[in-house]
């Protein structure tokens, strides 16, 4: 069992940033491919961004290419969502995912990839 942790969560205006964090205590990172998932009020969830075992592959969802990056210290066993540009839109709660026993180099896209899940952190973007 992967437990992760999901902060950094909150209330920001459109055009700031927020910077949201994934951590896997006890667990070492570096074999997972992760993945940040988000579901806004009344919808589905849907995919944001992934990023590989390796940090050589980053995939993201079209929304928020140019705006959000995803990146990943497997020293600290920790991912992160650095979002820019933030828009209403945005809102939603925002839940990381690892993917076990895929390539080094794949960064996974499709939600049945993942096999472990965070409980989530909720952003707010008002306008």
């Known amino acids: 069992q992967v437990q992760l942790v999901e902060s950094g969560g909150g209330l920001v205006q459109a055009g700031g940033s927020l910077n949201i964090s994934c951590a896997a205590p006890?667990?070492?990172?570096?074999?997972?491919?992760m993945g940040w998932f988000r579901q806004p009020p009344g919808k589905e969830r849907e995919f944001v961004a992934a990023i590989s075992r390796n940090g050589a592959t980053t995939n993201y969802a079209d929304s928020v290419k140019g705006r959000f990056t995803i990146s990943r210290d497997n020293a600290k066993n920790t991912i992160y969502l650095q979002m820019n540009s933030l828009k209403p839109e945005d809102t939603a709660d925002y839940y990381c995912?690892?993917?076990?026993?895929?390539?080094?180099?794949?960064?996974?896209?499709?939600?049945?990839?993942?096999?472990?899940w965070g409980l989530g952190t909720q952003v707010t973007v008002s306008s």
């Open positions: 006890g667990r070492t990172f570096s074999g997972y491919g």
């Open positions: 995912a690892a993917s076990i026993g895929i390539p080094a180099t794949i960064a996974p896209i499709a939600r049945e990839m993942y096999e472990y």
